[in-house]
């Protein structure tokens, strides 16, 4: 007996441009134009859900906001960040994700009265309707101690069948959050990362994205910022053997590549039991 088809899902992982400084109001109406032009080549090229990066409208430095100064790392100072300029940036996203009939994850800032904000990636349909909010759970030592509140939970979402889990930033190097997709039962997920690092060795995303993809048997989609001190990070698809379905140029400029997402045979899920059961066995 044959077994059952099902639909394609075509995604598409998107690199950018990152800016570090939510003060700066022009810079991020300049990002948020960017994403929408992007979205706009995504819904052409056939997409149905379009995936950015970790900051993709603003992802702050620590030395901007810093309340002891740029020479100094303190406290956020987040009354300074232009927060009506990022919920309006945010609000047209949204809008255009309605407008061109596609799914967006974009990331952003989360503000809360009395605490820190998150460092958060947002879902909205193709109505423009907010799905879900994912908050950076495992948080670096500089962004717990200065810059945020982490999330507490995984977060998932279906689409058209498919279900996704979704990581931000740090999450990325913590293998324990995608061991917890595989009993979320999800198909994929989305990491979104960001870096500014100075040198290639200062940053091993491109290595572990791939490991946590083949580790857990299932797409990994890795939405990155452009940074030409990094020529080995582009964004792309990760299938569940970590290798890369399709990648964007490793050239730190802005693009995206898209990919078709399937269900696979019985031989993905009896890989992903045997995956499972060995771990009960060794945890137990």
């Not at 596609?102 to 193709?126: C, E, G, K, M």
Request: a negative charge; hydrophobic letters at 40%.
């Amino acid at each position: 007996m044959p077994e059952p088809t099902h639909p394609t899902l075509r995604i598409a992982a998107v690199q950018s441009t990152v800016r570090q400084d939510p003060t700066d109001a022009d810079g991020l109406r300049q990002s948020a134009a960017e994403v929408r032009s992007l979205m706009r080549q995504a819904a052409e090229a056939g997409a149905r859900l379009v995936h950015f990066a970790e900051g993709a409208i603003c992802f702050p430095s620590k030395h901007v906001m810093s309340e002891l100064g740029p020479d100094e790392v303190g406290n956020s100072d987040w009354s300074k960040a232009q927060w009506q300029v990022l919920d309006e940036q945010l609000a047209t996203i949204a809008a255009l994700s309605a407008e061109l009939g596609i799914w967006t994850a974009i990331a952003s800032l989360h503000q809360q009265p009395d605490a820190r904000p998150h460092n958060s990636l947002y879902v909205f349909d193709d109505k423009g309707k907010l799905v879900t909010r994912y908050d950076e759970r495992t948080l670096s030592t500089t962004k717990l101690n200065y810059m945020y509140t982490p999330g507490t939970k995984p977060i998932t979402f279906e689409l058209d069948g498919y279900r996704f889990g979704l990581a931000v930033g740090m999450d990325a190097h913590i293998p324990e959050i995608f061991i917890d997709y595989v009993r979320q039962d999800v198909d994929a997920v989305l990491l979104s990362y960001a870096t500014t690092g100075l040198s290639e060795g200062e940053d091993a995303v491109a290595a572990v994205a791939p490991a946590n993809a083949a580790i857990n048997h299932y797409w990994l989609s890795l939405a990155v910022s452009t940074n030409p001190n990094l020529p080995n990070t582009a964004a792309g698809i990760l299938n569940s053997t970590g290798h890369w379905a399709t990648q964007c140029p490793l050239n730190a400029t802005p693009a995206l590549t898209t990919y078709d997402l399937h269900k696979q045979n019985t031989l993905t899920e009896s890989a992903r039991a045997w995956r499972q059961a060995a771990r009960s066995r060794v945890t137990s």
